[in-house]
């Protein structure tokens, strides 16, 4: 392929304004049809992103000849059939986070293209963003020394999000705020120290609003023997986010969703404060190595088989609170 013409199912706000714009304005990229139930959104979405398709049917958006690869945005609870069917028809996909509800069907969707043959990404976008290759280069060229320990925190203010109500639903969401958000930073946890050995943690509910998670602290160890921590808090007066990694020669901080300066420490003072600017469209720059790789390659891109480790942890973080998440779990959680 010289050119990737994309199909994508689910449009709602966020895909209008912020990831489909990626995909309509990456270089050798377009957006050729678009899929929502409604069929009249469908149109109005289609014209956003200057579609000369639109489908109520996400099959018959697979199935178009003239779509070459596919972008699924659909709530996590519909990833797995629609996924199925891209690798049926032999479409390359790039699916949102969480890739789907549980490790399960994460696995699931990966086994099948596998079997195809087809490329699979995960939209665990930030690494690819110049800031935190900065910090993966520090951290890779041991300025702070050898890595000990990194510390996680992440505050959120409960909003209802009635734009996406489906948050709240595990049926769709797969789980609570932990599951919708944390992909990311356990992604990066992993894009810098390597696979997680082990986990121990513990999850709790304080809303009378909803009797999902909302405080996790996790504990875990990676096997390159960096113990890191945990502490997801969406019950908090404030918003933030901060991850500290310590090692023998220095200190490195820096966030994940904030735009605060990369602060790299030693001696207990700071040395150097790194900006980067995060890009305006968060998802420009994944997107764009996706579109290079399925044309000609290219390595800073997460492939699904990458992605798995991420909802491997997150399974084994939230096991015990929801009595395990296998395929019988949506049966019996009443959520």
Not at 92 to 99: A, D, G, N, R, V
Not at 206 to 227: G, M, R
Request: charged letters at 25%.
């Amino acid at each position: 392929m010289e050119y990737i013409r994309w199909g994508i199912i689910g449009c709602g706000k966020y895909v209008q304004e912020k990831s489909g714009q990626a995909f309509k304005n990456v270089g050798k990229s377009s957006v050729h049809a678009v899929m929502r139930r409604d069929i009249e959104a469908a149109k109005i979405c289609a014209k956003k992103l200057n579609a000369p398709k639109f489908y109520n049917d996400y099959e018959k958006l697979i199935e178009d000849k003239d779509v070459d690869a596919v972008y699924i945005a659909s709530p996590p609870g519909l990833h797995l059939k629609q996924a199925l069917q891209c690798a049926k028809f032999k479409k390359p996909l790039y699916i949102e986070k969480p890739m789907a509800r549980n490790f399960f069907e994460c696995e699931t969707i990966v086994n099948e293209f596998n079997k195809s043959g087809i490329p699979l990404y995960v939209s665990h976008y930030r690494r690819a963003h110049e800031k935190f290759q900065k910090i993966k280069s520090i951290i890779d060229s041991c300025i702070i020394g050898k890595v000990s320990t990194v510390n996680c925190q992440l505050n959120r203010i409960f909003e209802d999000d009635m734009d996406r109500p489906w948050h709240f639903k595990p049926s769709l969401s797969g789980g609570g705020k932990f599951v919708d958000i944390a992909p990311h930073m356990i992604d990066i946890l992993i894009y810098l120290f390597g696979k997680i050995k082990s986990v121990k943690s513990y999850c709790v509910n304080h809303n009378d609003k909803h009797d999902l998670e909302d405080v996790v602290v996790a504990i875990f160890k990676f096997c390159t023997n960096v113990i890191g921590t945990l502490n997801f808090n969406l019950f908090s007066s404030e918003k933030n986010d901060k991850i500290i990694c310590i090692g023998k020669e220095g200190r490195l901080e820096f966030s994940i969703h904030g735009t605060s300066p990369i602060i790299l420490s030693k001696n207990n003072k700071i040395i150097q404060e790194i900006m980067i600017e995060n890009p305006k469209n968060s998802q420009i720059p994944m997107v764009e190595n996706v579109v290079k790789d399925l044309i000609e390659g290219c390595e800073n891109v997460c492939y699904g088989m990458e992605a798995l480790e991420t909802y491997r942890v997150i399974d084994l973080i939230l096991d015990d609170f929801y009595k395990g998440r296998n395929r019988n779990f949506w049966k019996d959680f009443n959520g």
